[in-house]
């Protein structure tokens, strides 16, 4: 099995199980071979994917958009993208250790980029989150590591 089984309640949908499981909604939709994203009933059995499974999901939707051309994008770093595409994810973050941080009530990029000693552009653009505001607690957020 490629992870654990969870039992739709009512008033369950992709995202908020995505959120109580730190997952995708990308990874619950391939872990379960859904059509729709939005089509889930209550009692239907959902795959929650492994760590394994979600890397490989994100890996499979970068490589998909490296053969798209990227209009606009820049670089990570750089001030004047934006928004990164996954692709220049996947490089920045090639041969880079990593680690993550699940966001909690009042966090902010800032305030994560202070405590892993990281530039919070870098690490808003990796994570594909606004500069400013807080963010939702339970997000798990990609740390590279020096």
């Known amino acids: 099995m490629n992870g654990s089984i969870y039992v739709v ?17 990308a990874a619950l939709v391939a872990a379960n071979n ?27 939707t970068a490589e998909a958009e490296m053969s798209e051309p990227q209009v606009g994008v820049l670089s990570v770093g750089d001030p004047n993208t934006p928004q990164v595409s996954p ?17 909690r009530a009042g966090d902010t990029i800032s305030q994560v980029a202070s405590l892993f000693k990281i530039d919070p552009l870098i690490l808003s653009q990796i994570n594909q989150v606004e500069m400013h505001g807080e963010l939702t607690p339970g997000m798990r957020l990609i740390i590279p590591i020096k």
């Open 9 to 25: 309640r009512d008033g369950d949908d992709l995202n908020t199980i995505a959120l109580r499981f730190y997952v995708t909604v």
């Open 34 to 60: 859904l059509s729709n994203a939005d089509t889930i009933h209550t009692g239907q059995q959902l795959v929650i994917p492994k760590a394994a499974m979600v890397l490989s999901v994100a890996e499979t």
């Open 87 to 103: 692709r220049e994810i996947q490089a920045f973050l090639t041969g880079k250790r990593t680690t993550f941080y699940v966001t």
